[in-house]
Nanobody, 118 residues
Framework: QVQLVESGGGLVQAGGSLRLSCTAS????????MGWFRQPPGKEREFVAS????????YYADSVKGRFTISRDNAKNTVYLQMNSLKPEDTAVYFC???????????WGQGTQVTVSS
């Protein structure tokens, strides 16, 4: 059974930084791409960033490009999301997920709240 546990959310002022972590268990971590999504209040879940199993390829939503960095440590079964220059519109619950081939799996973490005050 795959389990994903996010941590690192919190309240931060605009312009500040946070680093989210997601630790996975249940299958060989390095074999799977990982992704971060977020769900702002009253809106649908949206893609933020993804990283390949080896860490060699990354992709970002236009809204976070240049401010957020996704990375992974396969020895620790953990994927990170470094968020800099945070804006109030980054306020959301952030979720991590694991890929299954070319699509996202049904495995999701419980989410971690990020609140950016203006």
């Amino acid at each position: 059974q795959v389990q994903l546990v996010e941590s690192g959310g919190g309240l931060v002022q605009a312009g500040g930084s946070l680093r989210l972590s997601c630790t996975a268990s249940g299958r060989t971590f390095s074999s799977y791409g990982m992704g971060w999504f977020r769900q702002p209040p009253g809106k649908e879940r949206e893609f933020v960033a993804s990283i390949s199993g080896s860490g060699g390829s990354t992709y970002y939503a236009d809204s976070v490009k240049g401010r957020f960095t996704i990375s992974r440590d396969n020895a620790k079964n953990t994927v990170y999301l470094q968020m800099n220059s945070l804006k109030p519109e980054d306020t959301a619950v952030y979720f991590c997920t694991q890929a299954d081939g070319i699509k996202w799996s049904d495995y999701w973490g419980q989410g971690t709240q990020v609140t950016v005050s203006s």
